[in-house]
């Protein structure tokens, strides 16, 4: 435990050192808020302010590209000579990928605030209760936790990390196929079941209904389920692929 | 007390293959405690594999070993809180300073906030890295980020020392100050196993050297001892001409353990005394015209290396 908390100090430091991680934890964020709100937005009709709507779904592209950077950090870690240190200095490989994790929802937590505050500065206009705001913080980062463990399995299945960074077009893929940007009902018909039984959908949903104060029922069950389930299923997988590449 | 606690490390029979490849046939080992150990070998010959299933970061496929008194495979962990490991790639994070390395290190290996400040501080000085210390590790030289590697190695005081070949790679220079650093360590009374191509590091550096090639051990002992395994003088003869040199190499054949085309010289095994040696150069050049020069010296490890191994190892010139 203690050694994971030290790993996540180091994997903090190492992304306050390297100016393109941080900038695009921090800046791409905000320019894809922008991006969305003034460009897309204008073309954009579903009868209510489209900032308003938006947001959750910028929220959820930011956490995909924040969390998926962790597969980048796992796979440099795994190329280089220094896991053989840790190992050789007895910590384990849960807690050398939990510091990444614990790095990644620290990272991404300062960067939602980042985004909710631009968003707030081109009129997007919450109406919930402290403690559905709260919850909807909550649940987007149970969804950086179970993105990062995937993230951090992916990092550990590539060997180069330039096919690491490939995660992050895999997630994003799976966020613009959803409700986060347009509603579902206006995409074509083929493209409806898909969106709408994917996880991103769910968890958007129940972010936009707890920020904006939608009446019940939100798919609140669902959009936990796939996260405990990509978690839980990711982790597992990372400590397979982490015993097959040290053995 | 029985024997086994005066040995550092002790291996019997590991093996150990990827895939089809055999890297490690049945390789036994026997390292007394506070002793320099070098493992000799040609690239491929095993020694990294070695290594890696003695600091516990590999299993292998048959054969057991202990180290610092533990089992590598039951007692993994005791095991990794005895020894450290110095690989040929360094174990550093390049965008923290040094500094932040070696506290890092020692926070993982169980030092508080307090206890890893000054320990820092002093591997820092004792590899004279004080200047460099708040500079990130990127802008380190070569033998400066191999001596931090080994600083990072030693916070937790290990008692037995891995260093995988720790001087490839670095210009002539750094590679003395390696020497240098690892004959302090070696004065501490820590155990030190170090793999080397070089024949001259071995030499140096090691009280006992054991001679691996494709996976199994083909000689072991201290290098005097290895010496001996051959004849212990070498004649070099040089030709008088390319002529003269070919019909030498022809009159040798197989018993000349080195041929240098360039010199026109070639070296044959020796009991070194002036009879023989005589017997020797009369044998070769009856009309005494085909040989300009000779000079008789002790044997080197190259020349035990090649009698050893029957192949001439890629020539690596400290």
């Not at chain 1, 947001?55 to 592209?61: C, S």
């Not at chain 2, 890295?129 to 980020?145: E, F, H, I, P």
């Not at chain 2, 220079?173 to 793999?195: D, P």
Request: one cysteine or more; glycine letters at 10%.
């Amino acid at each position: 435990m203690s050694d994971a908390l030290i790993m996540a100090g180091r994997s903090l430091r190492l992304s306050t050192r390297s100016p393109e991680a941080l900038l695009t934890a921090l800046m791409l964020p905000v320019m894809l808020m922008v991006v969305f709100v003034y460009l897309f937005g204008g073309a954009v009709d579903i009868g209510t302010t489209y900032v308003d709507y938006v947001a959750p779904g910028v929220l959820l592209l930011c956490a995909v590209t924040g969390a998926s950077t962790t597969a980048v950090t796992v796979c440099q870690d795994m190329a280089g000579g220094i896991i053989d240190r840790f190992r050789s200095l007895d910590v384990s490989g849960t807690a050398v990928l939990a510091g990444h994790v614990t790095a990644s929802l620290l990272r991404n937590f300062v960067s939602t605030l980042l985004v909710i505050a631009v968003a707030f500065g081109i009129g997007f206009r919450p109406h919930s209760s402290v403690g559905d705001f709260a919850a909807a913080i909550g649940i987007l980062l149970l969804f950086v936790a179970a993105t990062s463990w995937f993230a951090a399995a992916f990092g550990l299945g590539v060997r180069a990390p330039e096919a690491a960074n490939s995660a992050m077009f895999f997630l994003m893929f799976f966020s613009y196929a959803s409700s986060a940007f347009v509603p579902v009902r206006t995409m074509p018909t083929w493209l409806r079941g898909f969106a709408s039984h994917q996880p991103a959908t769910p968890i958007t949903e129940t972010i936009r209904g707890l920020l904006l104060g939608h009446p019940a029922p939100l798919p609140l069950g669902s959009a936990l389920a796939w996260c405990i389930g990509i978690g839980v299923v990711s982790m597992g997988l990372a400590a397979v692929l982490f015993r097959r590449r040290t053995a | 007390m029985g024997t086994t606690d005066d040995l550092a490390i002790e291996a019997s029979g590991l093996a150990k293959s990827y895939k089809d490849v055999r890297v490690l046939s049945g390789v036994d080992l026997r390292v007394p405690a506070g002793t320099v150990f070098a493992l000799l070998g040609p690239n491929g010959a095993g020694k990294t594999t070695t290594v890696r299933i003695l600091a516990t970061l590999v299993a292998a496929d048959a054969g057991a070993a202990r180290v610092a008194g533990y089992d590598v495979r039951r007692d993994r962990s005791r095991v990794r809180r005895k020894i450290s490991l110095t690989g040929q790639f360094a174990a550093l994070d390049e965008m923290q300073t040094g500094t932040e390395n070696l506290r890092m290190m020692g926070r993982l290996s169980g030092l508080s906030r307090a206890e890893a400040r000054p320990r820092a501080r002093e591997l820092l000085e004792q590899f004279d890295l004080t200047k460099a210390a708040d500079r990130r590790v990127a802008t380190y030289s070569g033998g400066m980020r191999r001596r931090l590697d080994i600083a990072a190695s030693l916070v937790a005081r290990p008692s037995v020392i891995f260093l995988d070949e720790p001087s490839t790679g670095l210009d002539p220079h750094s590679r003395l100050a390696m020497w240098q650093v690892i004959e302090g360590l070696a004065e501490s009374g820590v155990t030190i196993f170090l793999t080397t191509q070089y024949l001259e590091e071995a030499e140096r550096l090691a009280d006992r050297i054991a001679v691996l090639d494709a996976g199994r051990i083909i000689a072991e002992g201290t290098s005097a001892e290895l010496k001996r395994k051959v004849a212990a003088q070498r004649l070099d003869i040089t030709g008088a001409s390319r002529a003269a040199f070919d019909q030498l190499v022809r009159h040798f054949g197989d018993n000349a353990v080195h041929t240098d085309d360039g010199n026109l010289t070639l070296g044959v095994p020796t009991e070194g005394d002036a009879a023989e040696v005589r017997a020797l150069l009369d044998a070769a050049d009856p009309g005494r015209d085909l040989i300009a020069d000779f000079t008789v010296h002790g044997a080197t490890l190259d020349d035990v290396f090649l009698t050893l191994t029957g192949h001439i190892k890629e020539t690596s010139h400290v």
